[in-house]
Every structure is written in structure tokens, then in C-alpha cells.
């Protein structure tokens, strides 16, 4: 028999580890790039690899053998920091979700909340890096990182602790366990379903909320003075959080790796994510950007109060 | 705190570089000062290497988009100091082609606002659906853009009959369209939320200021040269003149898409009284002394071009004003009180082309002095200048 | 959510952008693309240097000795030099994808054939 430790760090390392999470993130990028072409009457990746799968793997590592300029006037350490917080962060809590099986690879009581510090850290990290490369556009690219924060994080921490109250756990895997004998929360709790739904599309920075990297306004927001490692490496980390949002959505409201007639577990897992992130492409393709005003009126005035309706439905 | 930001002249809103210094505090901006001159060819002195005829081809390539609307204004200039006629089939052929070419501007800006506004969907459509009069375009004339279809003393190629029948399919698609996207700019919250009350410009400001185009005619005054000052077959086709009243970047979509299906009505007239005849005259090479100006409705407001002729086969002098000079100062004001994410779509909102707004003039700041140099000077004050180095 | 229902209908129609190189599009009758001359109906009058906005045609010799040099980098398929041309020489062929690789390519000399009875062709 192979002694628990060394299986246990093939599961870190390979499946579902490292080396699964980074293929999760490549497919999830292209899944993305397709659907929102062929929402647009158009084809996207097509020609490296059969569709063009492998054009996520190839645009990263064009990145990494592209020159890295540092500006003088930035803040050195930090900025070269920077871009490894993000990517480890946003990895982070991919650990703690329950994929292949119905408990997670690490968990334990009060991960839930772990989640949440996390991805608030996510955004601290990408702030700081706004604020170290010293430049005008980036300057104002991070104000906006900080102030949109500061519009969902509140809807989407209360949207998260309703299926939390109803299961009576506060661990994700615990979460999915106490959806296998009733209905999914999607159903009994729509509308925080909804709202989970849109404040993971602005943690995402995607259109309709992608106001900290408005490519038509401030070039590129806080991202803009990074270049060739960094870069390649900011980006895997918005692949990465890509694949959170999903899994978040899929663990809390839509049952995880349950279901009936599938041979293994974690095939659902993937159906159920590949229908999420349909979800956020169809969105991406349909609106038009916000304001960042507009985006904090409309989080405060709609989100927040309807947020809190549903955690009273719940108690009730 | 007030930062200034460079907006231009690289940049990924711009389609042309210009470059604005705005200053700015907390998302909002106080004060924008325009700069021009990055793309300065010196075309109004190379038109006076060429023979007339040449110079047409060398007048089209002021700007790919509005092209034809420049050749008609300079062939006119040019057949008025000649005092000729053009026939009437060359007339209502011109108008048609200048329709199309307002459809074909008012496509391309569409897209160019939605993708300033981050609404690529839009974008993508409504330059597939471009693709269709480029096609029609094609067909009458054999280039998708730059058309080569003027001459002095009518145009170079007939419509045919299987080409009126492509044209009437077309149209009949692109109608479609039009109203399609006048309905989703209309309806969609997010289009709405960033273009209502965005980049007002008053009546009494646009007047002022000498507002042309789709820009002033969004404020809710009547100003086209088409109906004031009527050319080609204009005074022969009965139209609208679209207004609204909104004052900001939502009427000027309506405006410009309103203006789509007028055209096609436009069109679907011309084509059906199209008068039989030549399409064009032999004229001398040599043009007898003599200057004009003509006015021509450019899909971007009113287009004026001068001409001085001496007899010989080359002009004098030929002087351009394009629309989208004469949009700058109402554009400075526009953009003075809104925020940073308001400055790429109220700047798409006048149909900014730089291309054919750049002209050179002399300004001495300290005696406050204007004044234009011609060939001569000019060449004098450089001898003069490089003698003293 | 106005373009909804063209966002969904769209999800089962084929792109409308064509894979080139293997689907191309198909160029109209009577496109202007780049012209060719018959160099033996030459007459070698001069009229389309004199005519040509960009100076892309050079004429050497005289008379029915008259050979042309095209430079089809300055050409900007106006079509001027065919509609003066008193013998029809030069005529437009539908040839529009004139992407080279080397600048020596985009100069085509049109001689003629004095001596051999070959015909002439193009030579770069």
C-alpha cells in the first residue's frame, strides 16, 4: 500500500493540486474567449491547437519571454511583489473547495470565512501594486479598485452566509454535504443566488464592472506599468479567480459535486462550472460598462437592502 | 488634488492622435486644453503640384471615411470657376453616392461608441452590418473605400441595372438594422446610463461656439447644408432634417440613426427617378482665373473648400475646413464638469477624424498676432533662418 | 438585456468572418485591382505617365519601340491610365492580393520582344 503521505502530496500536487488547477484555469479562460465570440457572430482562438485551445497557454508564455521594464520612480520591492500575492491569493482557496469528492482536499469549521478574507486580501494586494508603480492612470485605477470594493463587498459577504445559515455550517464542504438530501439552495434561495452572481462578476472586474481597467479610459488601470513576468503572472491569477467564482457559486448555491447518473463525482462539478461561466459570458457580452458612481449608488441603493431581505426570508 | 492627464496622442480610445491635457481632481475634470499637429501632411500645399485632375484623387485621401463627400465639395469648387453644368444623371448618382457613404460613417461611429463604452457587442454588430454597404460600395465602384468615382464634370461609372437591384436587397437589410439599434440604444440601461446627460451642450453654447453637424443638431437646431444651401440633387429629393433636444451623447445617437433611414429614403427616391443621359462633360485642362468656395454635408457636419485657380492646369491655392475643426471648442466645453469615464465617449460623440482637421497657422503668443504665410514666405523665412545657424 | 434574444439566436448561427486562407472572399465585376498592359498594342504615346496622380508608370524609348515600367508600390488603382489610353492597351485584371516579400517584387517591366519570336511576358 502507498503510505498516506506520499498520496497525499500527489493530490497537492498533480490532482486535484497544482498541475489540475492550472489546466482548470487555461480551459476556463478559453471556455470564456469562445463563448463570448460566438455570442458576437465571430469564431475566437481558432488556429493554435484543434479550436484553439492551447491559445491561453500560448498567449502566457509569449508573456514570460517578453522584456520586464521597471520605471524608476516606482517602489521596487513592492511592485515586484506584487503580482506574486495576487497569483498565490487567488489560489489559495481553490484548496478548500470540495471538487472530486465531497469533502475538500483541507478542510475544517470556518473556512467559509477564510474564503472571504481571502478574496478581500486579493483586492488589498492589487491596490498596493496601483499604488507602487507611481503612475497617473494607475493612481486612479487603484482608487477605483478600492472604492468598487468597497460598493460589493458587503452584498457578497451576506449572500455567502445564507446558505451558511440554512446548512448550519460554516465549512464550504459541510455547505455541499447539507445539500444532498433536499433541493439545491439555487432554488430555495434565488435571490441570493442573483446576487451572488453579480458580486462575484465585479470582484472579477469583468463588463458590466470593469471599471478599474477600463481599456478606453485609463489605458489600463492599475495593471498598466506591468510587464512580461508580471504580467503573464497578473493574468494567471484573473484565470484563477475565474475558476473561484465559479466554484463558489457552484459549492454554495448549486450542490458541488452532487448528482445522480454521472460515474465519478467531479464530472459534475465540471458541467455545473462550465454553466457558470456561460452565466458570466453571457453577461460580459450583453452590457455596456458602468460608471464607478453608478456602480457604488447602485450596490448600496439595490444590492445591499435586497441582500439583507433574503438572509431574513432564510431566518424566518 | 488635481492631477493632469495626458489624454492622447497615443491612446487606446483614440482612433487618430490629438492630444488633450486635462486636469483632473477626484474623477472629475476642471480644465481640458486641445493640442493638434501630429498628423499634419501638408496636402493643401501638394495640391498645388498637381493638375486638377490629379489633385482629386490626392483630395480623397484627406480622410478614408468621408472621402467622397471631400472630392464632391473640391470637384464642385472647381466646375464653378469653370462655370460648367454637370449633367443630371451625374447629379443624382453623386447624391447616391454620398448617401451610402453617410450610412457607411454612421455604422463605423456606432461601433466606435460602444466600444468606448465597453459595450464590444455593439461593436462587433454593427460593423458586420457595415459590411453590406461596403459590398453595395464595391459593386457601383470597385473600391471599398476611396472610391475614385468623381471627376471634374460628372462621374466616372454608370449605374447598372442588376446594381439597382443589389442596392434595393440592401437597403431593404440595412433599414432593418438601423431600427434594430435605434430600439437597443433606446431601451438598454446600461447604453442609457452612460450616455443620458453625458457631454451637454446647450443651444445658446452650440451656436456660439459654431457647432457643426450631427453635434448641433442634437441640440435641437436646424442646421444642414443639404436643406440651407442645396447641391448636386438636393433641391430636387424631398427630406427630413433630423433634431432632437436632449442636448447630449444619447439624441446624437438618435440623431445620426434617424439620419440612417432617412438616407435610405433618400436612396430608394433617387434610384427610382434617376434620369437617363451622359454622366459626364469634357472640360478644358486649363482652368481660366477665377476662385470659389462650395459647401458640402459631410457625414460629420459641413465641409467647406476654397479654390484659386490662375490658368494654368494647376490651382493657386486650395483650402480645407473639415467638421470636426470647427467641433473642437464645443468639445472643450462639453467636457469641462463631467468625470474621466465620460471623456472617451463624449469625444466619439462628435465623430472626431482628425485627419482633415489639421491646418497650419502662425500665432505669435507674445503680441497676440495671427497670420497664414504662402509659398514664398514661407520658403524666405527658412533661407533666413537657416542662414543665421 | 435588449440584445438578448440576438445574443441567444446567435449561438446556433455560423461566424460571419471567413477563415482565410482557406475561405476567401470573392472579388465583384469590375473591381479596380491592379492593372496590366499588352506591351505589343503599345503605341508608346506618353499619355499615362502624364496622367498618373503618383507617378507609377515610366515610359522608355519612343514609338513602337516604347516599354513600360509599372511600380505597383506607388499605384493606387484609380484607373485614370485605362480610361486614356487611345488603344486599349492597359487593361484591369481582378488580382487584389499583392502582399510581397521582397521589394524587388513590386516592379514589373513590360519589353518587348525584338528579336526571339516568343511573346513577351512579365518579368520582375
Known sequence: ?316 | MAIRIPFGPQHPALKEPINFMCEVSDEKVLSVRPRLGYIHRGIERLAEERTYNQDLYLIERICGICSFAHVTCFSQAVEEVLNIEIPPRAKYIRTILAEMERIQNHFLWLGDVGHEMGFNTLFMYSWRDREVVLRLLETISGKRVNYAMNTIGGVRRDITPTVIESLERGLDRLEERAKYYKEVCAKDPTVLGRTVGVGVLSPIDALDLCAVGPTIRASGISRDVRADDPYAAYNEIPFRVITYDGCDVASRIMVRLDEILESVSIIRYALDNLPNGDVRVRVPRRVPEGEAVSLVEAPRGENLHYVRADGTEKPVRVKVRAPTLANIPPLCKMLVGGSIADIPVVVAGIDPCIACAERVAFVDTATEKRWVWNKEELRGYAKKWYQKK | MAMEKELMKNLTKKPITLRYPSEKATPVEGIRAKVAWDIEKCIGCGLCPQVCPSKAIELTGKGSEAEITYYLDRCLFCGECVDICPTKTIKTTSEFELAFTSRKETTIYYKRSTISPDSTEESH
Not at chain 1, 498541475?19 to 475566437?44: I, P, T
Not at chain 1, 503612475?135 to 477605483?144: A, E, P, Q
Not at chain 1, 463525482?265 to 461561466?277: Q, T
Not at chain 1, 460608471?291 to 448600496?300: K, N
Open chain 1, 1 to 316: 500500500m502507498v503510505p498516506e503521505e506520499i498520496v497525499t502530496l500527489l493530490q497537492i500536487f498533480l490532482f486535484p493540486g497544482f498541475l489540475f488547477l492550472f489546466f482548470l484555469a487555461f480551459f476556463s479562460e478559453w471556455v470564456d474567449r469562445k463563448l463570448v465570440a460566438k455570442f458576437q457572430n465571430r469564431y475566437g482562438p481558432l488556429y493554435t491547437g484543434p479550436k484553439g485551445i492551447l491559445q491561453p497557454v500560448a498567449d502566457f508564455f509569449k508573456l514570460l519571454a517578453k522584456e520586464d521594464i521597471i520605471p524608476t520612480a516606482t517602489d521596487k520591492t513592492v511592485f515586484s511583489i506584487v503580482p506574486i500575492l495576487v497569483l498565490a491569493l487567488s489560489m489559495a482557496p481553490l484548496f478548500l473547495i470540495p471538487m472530486i469528492d465531497f469533502s475538500a482536499l483541507v478542510w475544517f469549521e470556518g473556512d467559509l470565512i477564510v474564503i472571504m478574507s481571502i478574496t478581500t486580501l486579493v483586492i488589498i494586494a492589487m491596490f498596493m501594486g496601483a499604488w507602487a508603480s507611481t503612475d497617473r492612470f494607475s493612481t486612479i485605477g487603484g482608487m477605483r479598485v478600492g472604492l468598487q470594493m468597497l460598493g460589493y463587498e458587503i452584498p457578497m459577504t451576506i449572500a455567502m452566509i445564507g446558505p451558511a445559515i440554512s446548512s448550519k455550517s460554516l465549512s464550504v464542504s459541510g455547505i455541499v454535504q447539507s445539500q444532498a438530501g433536499g433541493l439545491w439552495y439555487a432554488i430555495t434561495q434565488p435571490l441570493g443566488f442573483a446576487i451572488a452572481m453579480i458580486c462575484l462578476l465585479a470582484h472579477l472586474q469583468k463588463v458590466p464592472f470593469d471599471v478599474p481597467e477600463a481599456e478606453s479610459e485609463i489605458v489600463a488601470g492599475w495593471m498598466v506599468e506591468f510587464s512580461g513576468k508580471k504580467l503573464a503572472l497578473l493574468r494567471l491569477a484573473k484565470n484563477f479567480e475565474l475558476v473561484l467564482a465559479g466554484s463558489l457559486l457552484v459549492s454554495l448555491y448549486l450542490g458541488g459535486p452532487l448528482g445522480f447518473w454521472l460515474p465519478h463525482p467531479s464530472f459534475y462539478f465540471f458541467l455545473k462550472l462550465i454553466v457558470c461561466i456561460f452565466i458570466f459570458s453571457n453577461l460580459r457580452a450583453l452590457f455596456a460598462r458602468f460608471r464607478i458612481d453608478q456602480v457604488l449608488m447602485g450596490a448600496w441603493k439595490y444590492l445591499t437592502p435586497l441582500a439583507l431581505l433574503q438572509i431574513i426570508l432564510v431566518v424566518i
